[in-house]
């Protein structure tokens, strides 16, 4: 039986390179830079497909930029589908405080936050974001399912999800991936804090979302994994 809730909502797509022991940051949190010019354009091309690109502040926190559309292929193809050069990017936070100096309000993309009632006065402070989303419930935290919905509403059909792994773990929670690009890079991080591509608090196996495997490619010393997500409950 498929728990997925039947909302109208885009389709969404977690784009993420991890360590072969599947950290997508070491214990610092430092920015994720391990991934190489193939996961790069592999990345690139990935969000070349979506309407819009979703990430909570602590990865823009950590990066202070956010991935622009540069291949001149790319941008034709959008060009002749008609959208527009760059997906709008969505920054998450509840609170609304976002540093406004981040080189991320410099860059040439569309600049969206999706925000709590109470987020939004700060939100609205900060010189640089186009639009400001509400989407709360009555303990001022993101309501992802009105969000969602949102997004569909304002045209997002297709949505990449880059991160972090709190973010992840939640829409996960709420039956709201639907599948994983994964990049598995070559190299151990270790630490019982570093983040992986689903933080939180975790799920039984029993209840655990499933994986179907759609494609592997390996390039160079790096393997990319497409999955597709299954909300099943296993019966014991």
């Known amino acids: 039986m498929n728990f997925q809730p039947l909302i109208n909502r885009p389709h969404t797509t977690v784009i993420l390179a991890m360590s072969a022991d ?38 823009l926190n950590a990066y202070q930029t956010t991935i622009r559309i540069t291949d001149p292929e790319l941008l034709e193809t959008r060009k ?4 527009p050069s760059q997906p709008i990017q969505i920054v998450v936070s509840g609170s609304g405080k976002i540093n406004p ?30 639009k400001i989303i509400i ?8 309501d992802w399912i009105i969000a969602f919905e949102q997004f569909q509403k304002l045209g997002l059909k297709r949505l990449g999800i880059l991160g972090g792994g709190q ?7 709420q039956n709201l991936i639907d599948e994983f690009w994964l990049t598995i890079c070559p190299l151990i991080l270790a630490g019982k804090n570093s983040p992986t591509p689903a933080d939180g608090d975790g799920f039984l196996s029993s209840v655990a979302p499933r994986l ?11 393997v990319f994994l497409h999955y597709q997500v299954s909300y099943t409950t296993l019966q014991e």
């Open 167 to 173: 973010l992840i773990f939640t829409l996960l929670k």
């Open 22 to 59: 599947g950290k997508i940051s070491d214990e610092g949190r430092s920015p994720a830079r391990f991934g190489s010019e193939q996961d790069k354009r592999h990345l690139e091309q990935q969000v070349a497909q979506m309407d819009g690109v979703l990430f909570g502040a602590g990865t």
């Open 135 to 142: 989407a709360d419930n009555n303990f001022n935290e993101i």
């Open 212 to 222: 179907q495997l759609l494609e592997v490619k390996t390039l160079g010393q790096e």
């Open 101 to 130: 100096n981040f080189r991320f309000f410099q860059q040439p993309v569309p600049h969206w936050l999706l925000t709590t009632t109470r987020g939004q006065e700060l939100g609205e402070k900060t010189k640089g974001f186009e």
């Open 80 to 83: 002749q589908q008609g959208k």
